[in-house]
């Protein structure tokens, strides 16, 4: 060590990213091809060898459905999640995939619920949904409710980046009234998406409103800034919860 690296003084290092308290990841796009996550086959194996090191025993990853965007469908998901397994087994990989979908509320999804078509689901008939950032939709609640009366358990995914949600503190307590399910993203917690998105989601962390963790993994930027969880003072706080994660 020179004179100069002794006066600045060695960086701190950052604490190994441990998830094997959360044991399940439930929300991630590591299905080849199909949305805006991993994009070949070879980047997905990447992407879940480095969850698989975190301590994660499962991944359940949830591609978007979205009418206008991703087009997907069950039968596609489940090609693509046949492939996805045949690949990780080759690769010598030892951790469990899973798929179901992230679902994008809008009128043709509301429709779908009505009509009674068939939708992915996980654990105890849970559903990841997630709306648009910015405006709140007009049949969110409707959609919800409609939702529950199908028999679904609706997981409303990374409420903490709505802004709508953030400015309008009576439609929060009214989905908290309705007991809807929160999950958050972990990398909320690094200030990844912004400054007052990581202050909104610590605030739901403290009220105990979030039941679900996920990564929201698309690719390598992802990972890079989750690792860096570790020094942020929620990873502690997070780590002492029993999430509902364990249980799928």
């Not at 980047?43 to 206008?68: A, C, F, N, V, W």
């Not at 995914?157 to 439609?171: F, N, T, V, W």
Request: hydrophobic share 40%; glycine share 6%; proline share 4%.
């Amino acid at each position: 060590m020179g004179i100069l690296d002794f006066l600045r003084g060695k960086p701190d290092q950052i604490e190994a990213l441990d998830l094997s308290w959360l044991e399940v990841d439930m929300h991630s796009h590591l299905i080849p091809g199909i949305d805006d996550g991993s994009k070949s086959m070879e980047e997905s194996l990447e992407l879940i060898k480095r969850l698989s090191s975190y301590g994660l025993q499962k991944i359940i990853t949830t591609p978007h459905i979205m009418s206008e965007y991703y087009k997907n469908t069950p039968e596609i998901i489940s090609m693509g999640l046949e492939d996805l397994r045949k690949a990780v087994k080759a690769e010598g990989i030892s951790i469990e995939i899973e798929a179901a979908a992230e679902y994008y509320m809008d009128e043709i999804f509301l429709e779908k619920i009505k009509d009674g078509k068939s939708l992915l689901t996980f654990g105890e008939n849970y559903i990841l949904v997630e709306t648009g950032f910015i405006n709140k939709p007009q049949m969110l609640l409707e959609t919800m409710f409609q939702l529950e009366m199908a028999g679904y358990k609706p997981i409303l995914a990374h409420p903490e980046r709505y802004q709508y949600l953030l400015a309008d503190k009576g439609l929060l307590e009214d989905l908290v009234d309705r007991n809807i399910l929160f999950q958050v993203n972990l990398l909320s917690l690094t200030g990844f998406y912004s400054k007052p998105v990581k202050d909104f989601a610590e605030s739901l962390l403290e009220r105990d409103l979030v039941k679900f963790l996920g990564t929201d993994c698309h690719n390598v930027r992802y990972l890079d800034m989750l690792e860096t969880l570790p020094k942020h003072k929620s990873y502690s706080q997070i780590k002492q919860v029993s999430w509902m994660n364990t249980s799928l």
